[in-house]
């Protein structure tokens, strides 16, 4: 069969399922598709490991936990965090240097601080390079704003890193279905891709 024979087929095929496409993008309308906790509950079952975004502000260091975080580029070094719009922190990562710190297992406490529920117990902080960062996470990305993108109630903030490093002995913290959480004992067992 010809390249040509071979095209003219698949376009055929992907032709005939058209009708098909057109009706599952475009879903009978339901009412939970609008209710934001009905749609909230349906994201929560992708686990996702937790992050907090630490920065100087006012001579002093703060941080916002933050769950949506993912890599983008590697030239240039980029990742990207999504902020909500009415987060105090949103204003001050837009100008300068941060660090985003994946947080470890033994970090629920830290994660639970920063993310407005205080714990009473003393942060670490470390300030060898331009943004503080917090000690004993599973690994760290100091990074320059880069740009921003609107992301309806969140804004899209991409960061170029600028040093990074991590802890191969330690797991991550995990947010899934509302609850914090660790890898079980048996998740490494015949994992490997």
């Known amino acids: 069969m010809t390249a040509e024979l071979v095209w003219n087929v698949e376009f055929s095929e992907w032709q005939a399922d058209a009708k098909t496409r057109?009706?599952?993008?475009?879903?009978?309308?339901d009412a939970s598709a609008t209710d934001p906790r009905?749609?909230?509950?349906?994201?929560g079952n992708f686990?996702?490991?937790v992050t907090v975004v630490t920065f100087e502000a006012?001579?002093?260091?703060?941080g916002v936990t933050v769950n949506s975080f993912t890599s983008v580029s590697?030239?240039?070094?980029?990742?990207?965090?999504?902020?909500m719009r009415s987060s105090r922190?949103?204003?001050?990562?837009?100008?300068r240097p941060f660090a985003i710190n994946i947080l470890s297992d033994a970090q629920l406490r830290t994660a639970l601080e920063f993310a407005g529920k205080p714990q009473g117990?003393?942060?670490e902080w470390v300030t060898d390079g331009v943004a503080p960062r917090l000690g004993n996470s599973l690994a760290h990305f100091?990074?320059?704003?880069w740009a921003g993108y609107d992301g309806g109630d969140h804004l899209l903030l991409l960061g170029r890193v600028l040093d990074f490093g991590q802890q191969d002995a330690i797991d991550p913290l995990l947010f899934y279905r509302g609850s914090w959480g660790a890898f079980g004992p048996h998740a490494s067992e015949g994992a490997s891709a």
């Open 58 to 62: 006012g001579g002093k260091f703060r």
């Open 142 to 145: 100091i990074c320059d704003p």
């Open 74 to 83: 590697l030239d240039p070094p980029l990742v990207l965090v999504s902020l």
């Open 38 to 43: 009905v749609l909230r509950n349906a994201l």
């Open 22 to 29: 057109e009706a599952a993008s475009h879903p009978q309308s």
């Open 89 to 95: 922190s949103l204003a001050y990562v837009q100008d």
């Open 121 to 123: 117990h003393p942060i």
């Open 47 to 49: 686990a996702t490991g």
